[in-house]
């Protein structure tokens, strides 16, 4: 009995492996998103979804990539790094030709290294954290956006040059995302001669944060960096008003979603934040753009990212021939790709060579880019 139970289990695990894997009699090539659909960061998983969604349905209307449709398949990390872990697997079992994903540099991370046990193509289009690809766990890793050194190195020097004489606290939600954001900042603005007042870690997920408040107000902090995600800035920020305080926050391209207004309100305005050049004001983007404002989408954030990614590796499996991940990685390394967040190649690091980070500040419910600090490229 165990024995025909136990071949009845193999056959069910075959038949939904198969299932899953080429889409229907191989006319079809399935790629996936992989991001956090749900959790308290969902709203970047709506992005990617946004993103992957359009360029999906866009390259399938110009006839799919090599006379094949490409079959788009959403997956769910929620941003925790075991869930993304058994997604990675998931999507290996499914032999998906792309991942575009994941979002937070803790999924990413220890997902790469699945990817490149199976040797499948991931590019992230979120995955800020220098480890992502200094440590790379495989040739076929990439990502579509800048890097932490960068961002920091941005956001540390315009610290220390418009807030001089002002006390600067620098706290961090202990996530590699977060922890290396709020580093890669206070080096560089320790380098421009600046020293911060205080450090903090705090916890994410957590409501109150009067504590670290109380404490902030004790050190008389007049701004204060925030390496971590929208949901705990735009609660430590309310929290901070909730005590009389006027201390501007600064964070880093996790406050790029409209969900961090609604979480403070008016609470919010003045804040300050790193991201790229804004992909929306591209050219390039613009008939994308338009397409997804008709559909009611505001493609803020990552949505264009993630359309960028799915776009590189279309130019790259075209360019190859093939969509076996061995060709598609050399054309991966030795193309230059015309995409919605601009013109750029991969360096041998998998990092791409875009524009240097911008400042941005939030008001009135939206963001505007207010500066530009000189940012070395990755590439």
Request: glycine share 12%; net charge negative.
């Amino acid at each position: 009995m165990k024995r025909l139970t136990g071949l009845i289990a193999a056959l069910v695990a075959a038949v939904f492996v198969a299932g899953c894997g080429g889409g229907d009699d191989d006319k079809t090539t399935p790629i996936a998103v992989v991001g956090p659909v749900t959790g308290q960061y969902a709203s970047f998983g709506a992005q990617m979804k946004n993103g992957g969604e359009m360029a999906v349905e866009d390259i399938n209307a110009a006839g799919g990539v090599l006379g094949k449709k490409l079959d788009l398949d959403i997956g769910d990390d929620a941003c925790d790094p075991k869930q993304a872990v058994a997604v990675a697997n998931q999507m290996t079992g499914n032999n998906v030709a792309l991942v575009a994903g994941h979002y937070c540099s803790g999924s990413s991370i220890p997902a790469s290294k699945v990817y490149a046990e199976s040797n499948m193509v991931q590019i992230s289009p979120a995955s800020t954290n220098p480890a992502f690809t200094d440590d790379r766990a495989g040739p076929n890793i990439y990502r579509v956006c800048g890097r932490d050194d960068q961002q920091g190195g941005v956001a540390g020097k315009y610290l220390a040059s418009h807030f001089a004489d002002k006390n600067i606290a620098i706290i961090d939600d202990k996530t590699a995302y977060g922890k290396g954001l709020a580093e890669e900042t206070r080096k560089a603005m320790n380098a421009a001669g600046k020293q911060e007042v205080l450090t903090e870690s705090y916890t994410a997920g957590e409501k109150d944060y009067s504590a670290l408040v109380s404490k902030l107000k004790q050190a008389n902090v007049d701004v204060l960096y925030l390496g971590g995600y929208h949901t705990e800035a735009g609660l430590i920020v309310r929290q901070m008003r909730d005590q009389g305080m006027a201390t501007i926050l600064m964070g880093g391209d996790a406050l790029i979603t409209q969900e961090y207004w609604s979480i403070t309100g008016p609470a919010g305005e003045g804040t300050l934040m790193t991201f790229s050049p804004d992909p929306r004001k591209n050219p390039a983007a613009a008939e994308v753009v338009k397409r997804f404002k008709d559909k009611g989408i505001e493609p803020e954030g990552y949505v264009l990212y993630t359309y960028a990614a799915i776009q590189a590796w279309k130019q790259a499996a075209e360019k190859a021939k093939s969509t076996e991940s061995a060709e598609v990685v050399k054309a991966l390394n030795d193309t230059e790709f015309d995409t919605v967040i601009g013109k750029f190649k991969f360096n041998e690091k998998g990092d791409p060579n875009l524009p240097p980070y911008a400042v941005y500040r939030w008001s009135n419910g939206t963001y505007e880019e207010i500066g530009e600090e000189a940012a070395k490229p990755a590439g």
